[in-house]
T-cell receptor, first 109, second 118 residues
Framework: QKEVEQDPGPLSVPEGAIVSLNCTYSNSAFQYFMWYRQYSRKGPELLMYTYSSGNKEDGRFTAQVDKSSKYISLFIRDSQPSDSATYLCAMSSGNQFYFGTGTSLTVIP | GAVVSQHPSWVICKSGTSVKIECRSLDFQATTMFWYRQFPKQSLMLMATSNEGSKATYEQGVEKDKFLINHASLTLSTLTVTSAHPEDSSFYIC??????????????FGPGTRLLVL
């Protein structure tokens, strides 16, 4: 079983839709949860960072962590064509990081 | 803040040559940097963890004699692909931890270096 599971998609949504991206994990020791956005041929860019269970909001983005279910989500409200990218979840405990495979998102104008 | 740069952004070389890639933290000091490799449409694969002033820690299956890592200062780590071959063609990305942000577990990524070995 992989440490982190993420549906690779691809996911296509119309502009303005609410997007839900998810990852599950198996290691209950993970304490730090991150979402990265990666445009084609670019390095990943940190979008959201959370430490505990609950929600964290930043503009159109909301990160949600449910440690009891070992499930994290990233919601994008009012999605824009510029949100089209690959979204990677990442988790950490101590000095080990684990990344999901990434979900490819296309927002259609 | 927390900007990481990489140089070069892309490189084309002949088989058998060595290629050096630099990773710099521009506005913070990074005692720990990471080197990743990414194949098309795949996730990041951690190659090694680079610690300033000490030897790098390589992941299983990564040849340390082929991928030489030097973390000579708190703002610079280099990855040298020695005797590169076409199968080494990939997208190489570095990242750095920024402990000053109070988010020790957060990595900030460089823009990546695309390597093509002919």
């Amino acid at each position: 079983q992989k440490e982190v599971e993420q549906d690779p998609g691809p996911l296509s949504v119309p502009e303005g839709a609410i997007v839900s991206l998810n990852c599950t994990y198996s290691n209950s020791a993970f304490q730090y949860f991150m979402w990265y956005r990666q445009y084609s041929r670019k390095g990943p860019e940190l979008l959201m960072y959370t430490y505990s269970s609950g929600n964290k909001e930043d503009g159109r983005f909301t990160a949600q962590v449910d440690k009891s279910s070992k499930y994290i989500s990233l919601f994008i409200r009012d999605s824009q064509p510029s949100d089209s990218a690959t979204y990677l979840c990442a988790m950490s405990s101590g000095n080990q990081f684990y990344f999901g495979t990434g979900t490819s998102l296309t927002v259609i104008p | 803040g927390a900007v990481v740069s990489q140089h070069p952004s892309w490189v084309i070389c002949k088989s058998g040559t060595s290629v050096k890639i630099e990773c710099r933290s521009l506005d913070f000091q990074a005692t720990t940097m990471f080197w990743y490799r990414q194949f098309p449409k795949q996730s990041l694969m951690l190659m090694a963890t680079s610690n300033e002033g000490s030897k790098a820690t390589y992941e299983q299956g990564v040849e340390k004699d082929k991928f030489l890592i030097n973390h000579a200062s708190l703002t610079l780590s280099t990855l040298t692909v020695t005797s590169a071959h076409p199968e080494d063609s990939s997208f190489y990305i570095c990242s750095a931890e920024n402990p000053g942000q109070g988010q020790k577990e957060t990595q900030y990524f460089g823009p990546g270096t695309r390597l093509l070995v002919l």
